[in-house]
């Protein structure tokens, strides 16, 4: 059965960095494409980065250059390390998993409607 278990989050200061988890049980990385969300307070979840089933990676504007999702596949995990954060990055934020591209595809596509199961969201809170 398929499974998400986020880890990390808390709070940190403008400019730090922090690590999130995400551990899939059930289903191989190899056949998921998994994607980061994240709902800031009275807005809609927007994307920010995903990994495909081969390992291609893509990113939102936002996330471009301060954000970086990876794959560990020993540990069926993804991560997403996040640098130089702002206020602007205080969120609740979800990895979700789709395996509608099959087994080692490149396709990868932040759209949330893509996605069928979802973490159950960590908090990020950074403070000024």
């Known amino acids: 059965q398929l499974r998400l278990v986020q880890y990390g989050g808390g709070l940190v200061q403008a400019g730090g960095s922090v690590r999130l988890s995400c551990v899939v049980s059930?289903?191989?990385?190899?056949?998921?494409?998994v994607s980061w969300f994240r709902q800031a307070p009275g807005k809609e979840r927007e994307g920010v980065s995903c990994v495909s089933s081969d390992g291609a990676t893509v990113y939102t504007d936002s996330a471009k250059g301060r954000f970086t999702i990876s794959r560990d596949k020993a540990q069926n995990t993804v991560r997403l390390q996040m640098e130089s954060l702002s206020p602007e990055d205080t969120a609740v934020y979800y990895c979700?998993?789709?395996?509608?591209?099959?087994?080692?595809?490149?396709?990868?596509?932040?759209?949330?409607?893509?996605?069928?199961?979802w973490g159950q969201g960590t908090r990020v809170t950074v403070s000024s």
């Open positions: 979700a998993v789709t395996e509608r591209y099959g087994y080692r595809s490149s396709a990868c596509t932040i759209s949330r409607p893509n996605y069928e199961q």
């Open positions: 059930g289903v191989s990385l190899d056949y998921l494409g």
